[in-house]
């Protein structure tokens, strides 16, 4: 057996990941696993030839020897109150993506095996809509459980939660639907020439949006009208501005105190509580402690050991010593590392991380490119990890495996458009 062939088994996984991860995490992941291994194994480039992965590998270090510091020596003001193994634990929300992104370049390097991943990713969104749908409407409960345990989706009571699908959280379904939104747009672009693939492309674009809006989660609402221009382009901000502005106006009218009454009661009437109550709310829990309080918190917290953190984990805990109330996470994923590895592996991830957006961002919103469907699908690549980049700084979804599996993937074929555009693509064995 050939390299060729690994090459092809592997693309076969990586095609079967991105198709399971969502309806059934542990499978996809385990493919995705073992393509990642075979690529790293028949790419033909050095690692350390490539300065995006120097960065990452330098990002990597910093964040190891933070974990080694926190097992070592500990944090004295609160050593009681963290467990520095945490920190060991959390290495692997970080790690093992820098090499997906560097073990899936040869599935992603070129605008076709871009397509197509994308179309596997929409596609395998299927079930999330069938579950979601049935909890919302028809009260389907659980857990859900397969093959031992093996599979297991979370359908939670709605109640006041937003539909969650195989997801523990409204607020994960809500990422996961924001990541797949510009596909649909783009599938929708394309203009497919049989009339049921039209069809069908358009009823799952409806259905993506209803369901984003059932989460009832604010970063998915965003999203969904935030992706529109970036993948249509500045024309659609023609008709796009207007819509925005009516919706605004809108719930402007139904939360704001003073315009209460009789006008105010009957817009309140129309819109489902679900949605006004939302923004209705000056913060959140029984203390009505603003995500600004939370942001403020966290910045203290993190001024606690600037160059080395305190720990993954200790945001909560320290939290709750510091204010009398729990929350799981800063709601802001920069915060969230400074606070767990320091400054410096945050400020050296993140530089590099923007730097991919704007480089790629210069290639694919060129006006010289060429407006073809691929181009479209290219669009939404971008809007896609970058919308989701955006909201990271407002709530943190990302320590969900399948999200975080999904964003770096995505982040890697922003690093292979650059490479495309500065004929300085990876050498690959052609298959």
């Known amino acids: 057996m050939n390299k060729s062939f690994f090459l092809n088994l592997g693309s076969i996984l990586f095609s079967i990941g991105i198709f399971l991860l969502v309806s059934a995490p542990i499978l996809g992941s385990i493919s995705l696993f073992f393509s990642t291994l075979l690529g790293t194994l028949t790419n033909k480039q050095k690692f350390l030839n490539d300065n995006w992965n120097k960065s990452f590998l330098i990002c990597g270090t910093f964040i190891l020897l933070s974990s080694m510091k926190h097992i070592l020596f500990g944090q004295d003001s609160y050593k009681d109150s963290l467990d520095p193994i945490l920190s060991l634990i959390g290495t692997f929300n970080w790690l093992p993506f820098f090499w997906i992104f560097w073990g899936c370049q040869y599935y992603l390097n070129s605008r076709i095996k871009r397509k197509k991943t994308a179309i596997l990713l929409v596609s395998g969104t299927f079930p999330l809509l069938v579950s979601g749908f049935g909890q919302y409407f028809f009260n389907w409960t659980g857990p859900l459980n397969t093959l031992n345990g093996l599979i297991i989706w979370y359908q939670r009571p709605i109640q006041?939660?937003?539909?969650?699908?195989?997801?523990?959280?409204?607020?994960?379904?809500?990422?996961?639907?924001?990541?797949?939104?510009?596909?649909?747009?783009?599938?929708?672009?394309?203009?497919?020439?049989?009339?049921?693939?039209?069809?069908?492309?358009?009823?799952?674009l409806i259905s993506i949006v209803i369901a984003a809006f059932l989460t009832n989660s604010r970063n998915a609402w965003a999203s969904i009208f935030g992706s529109i221009p970036l993948v249509l382009g500045l024309g659609s901000l023609l008709w796009f501005l207007p819509i925005i502005f009516i919706i605004s106006l809108i719930f402007s009218i139904t939360i704001f105190q003073p315009l209460s009454g009789s006008f105010q009661d009957?817009?309140?009437?129309?819109?489902?509580?679900?949605?006004?109550?939302?923004?209705?709310?000056?913060?959140?829990?029984?203390?009505?402690?603003?995500r600004l309080d939370i942001f403020i918190s966290a910045l203290n917290i993190s001024s606690i050991d600037p160059l080395f953190g305190i720990g993954a984990g200790a945001f909560p805990i320290l939290f709750e010593l510091q204010q009398n109330i729990w929350r799981g996470h800063p709601h802001n994923i920069i915060l969230e590392l400074a606070i767990s590895y320091g400054y410096p592996v945050t400020i050296f991830l993140s530089s590099t991380i923007i730097l991919l957006l704007i480089l790629s961002a210069k290639i694919i919103f060129n006006k010289k490119s060429l407006?073809?469907?691929?181009?479209?699908?290219?669009?939404?690549?971008?809007?896609?990890?970058?919308?989701?980049c955006v909201t990271q700084l407002f709530d943190v979804q990302y320590f969900d495996a399948r999200i975080s599996i999904i964003a770096w993937i995505l982040l890697c074929g922003l690093k292979l458009m650059i490479d495309e555009a500065n004929l300085e693509a990876p050498s690959f064995i052609e298959v």
Not at 192 to 204: A, E, T, V
Not at 274 to 290: H, N, P, S, V
Not at 371 to 387: D, G, H, L, P, Q
């Open 266 to 290: 009957l817009f309140r009437d129309i819109i489902p509580d679900k949605f006004w109550l939302e923004f209705a709310g000056e913060g959140i829990g029984i203390r009505k402690l603003t």
């Open 160 to 204: 006041e939660h937003g539909l969650t699908g195989p997801f523990n959280n409204q607020n994960y379904a809500g990422a996961w639907l924001s990541l797949v939104w510009p596909f649909c747009i783009a599938l929708i672009i394309q203009k497919p020439k049989n009339i049921y693939h039209r069809i069908f492309s358009l009823i799952f």
């Open 371 to 388: 407006n073809t469907e691929v181009i479209y699908f290219e669009k939404a690549w971008w809007t896609s990890i970058f919308i989701f």
